[in-house]
Each structure stands twice: as structure tokens, then as C-alpha cells.
């Protein structure tokens, strides 16, 4: 049976939307082709009728995740503006419902340990995807005059993803709060936001 083109792209961005949560809380590595197929109804041959090999799966999917991450970050700077949509965005990401849903979460934090076995161009794909949320939190920045706001916002995201991994990693959840909350108080201070909690 022969589908419209409407439908292999609604089929191929169910896939992708499968993988990205496989991807997230798995890792690249434990992606079978056979059971993500099979968990959205789909046949192990379909599969190349959608994608080159694994590897660009991988690729789609963490180009997936960062979309709606950076979605996220987005809408929050232009709904709330700059200051309160970055303070919104830091105590989203560092807050407990983000360190409990790996399968929803941040590529960054889930995939860190990853990515320097994956090919070249996955690597490259996730290089571009974090430039593009480091540049709308410098963007961000800027706006607050804060300055030398591109090293800065690599600086801030770097210390969010670091926590958040962390956080995940321990084995008690008491310190694991004390880290995500070290991490906001300490963020927002450092760029200005203290009085935003």
C-alpha cells in the first residue's frame, strides 16, 4: 500500500518522537531498530523507508529533543521577557520534575557520556543544537546588559547541565535537592537574578 507523503511524515516523526525518549533515557547505544519499530506499530523494514541507517535516527532525534528544548527556552524569553524568562527557564530545568523525567529531559544532561563514541556527524548535529540555546541565553543576556554575555551564557549552561546530571546521579534524593538548589541560587546570582525565585 502505497501512503501520501503527509503520512510518511507524520509516521517518520513518530519514530523520531519514539527514539528522542529512548535516546533520553537509554542512551544512542540501546536503540534496537526492531523494538522501536514495533512500539509504534511499524515493521523492521519500514524502517529505511524513513532513514539511512541508525545513526541518522540518532541524529533526528537529538535534533528532536534540542528543537523542543529550545522551544521551551524561547517561548519563555519572549513571553516573560529576558530576566524572568531566563529565571523561569533556570528553575524549570533545574527543578525536581526535570531530574525525574530523563525521558522528556535535556539531550545535554542524558546524552553527555554518550556522544564522544557516536559518529561524527550525530556529534555534530548536537554542536549545533547547543550553540543555538547558548546563543538565545546570550541573547538573553545582553538584553540584561550583563557582560561578556556569549562566554557567560556557555558558563551558565554549562553549570545547568552539570547540575542536572549530578542531580541525577546521586543516590540520595536530599542531597540531589540541595544540589539542584545550589545551583539555582548560585546561577541567578551570578547573572543578576536573585531577587527572582
Known amino acids: 500500500m502505497r501512503y501520501d507523503a503527509e503520512h510518511r511524515q507524520q509516521t517518520r516523526e513518530k519514530v523520531v518522537r519514539k527514539a528522542a525518549e529512548v535516546v533520553r ?4 547505544d540501546k536503540i534496537s531498530v526492531a523494538e522501536l519499530m514495533a512500539k509504534v506499530g511499524l515493521t523492521h523494514g519500514g524502517f529505511y523507508a524513513h532513514f539511512k541507517s541508525k545513526d541518522d535516527l540518532v541524529r533526528e532525534a537529538i535534533s528532536h529533543i534540542f528543537n523542543e ?16 524568562g531566563l529565571s523561569a527557564y ?21 546524552l553527555i557520556g554518550d556522544l564522544a563514541r557516536m559518529p561524527v556527524a ?18 538573553a543576556l545582553k538584553e540584561m546588559k550583563q557582560p561578556q554575555p556569549d562566554a557567560l551564557a556557555a558558563s551558565v549552561l554549562a ?17 540531589s535537592e540541595r544540589i539542584l538548589d545550589a545551583a ?4 541567578k546570582a551570578r547573572i ?3 531577587a527572582h525565585k
Do not use: W
Not at 69 to 84: I, K, T, V
Not at 159 to 175: L, P, Q, Y
Not at 184 to 187: A, D, E, S, Y
Open 25 to 28: 533515557e537509554f542512551g544512542p
Open 69 to 84: 528544548r529550545n522551544e521551551a527556552l524561547r517561548n519563555a524569553l519572549e513571553d516573560a521577557g529576558p530576566s524572568e
Open 90 to 110: 533556570i528553575d524549570m530545568y533545574l527543578s525536581t520534575l526535570h531530574r525525574n523525567r530523563r525521558d522528556k529531559g535535556c539531550p545535554m544532561a542524558a
Open 122 to 139: 550525530v556529534r555534530k548535529r548536537f554542536d549545533a543544537d547547543i550553540q543555538v540555546q547558548t546563543d538565545l541565553i546570550a541573547g
Open 159 to 175: 553549570e545547568m547541565v552539570g547540575a542536572i546530571a549530578i542531580a541525577r546521579a546521586v543516590s540520595d534524593d536530599e542531597t
Open 184 to 187: 539555582r541560587t548560585n546561577i
Open 192 to 194: 543578576g537574578l536573585a
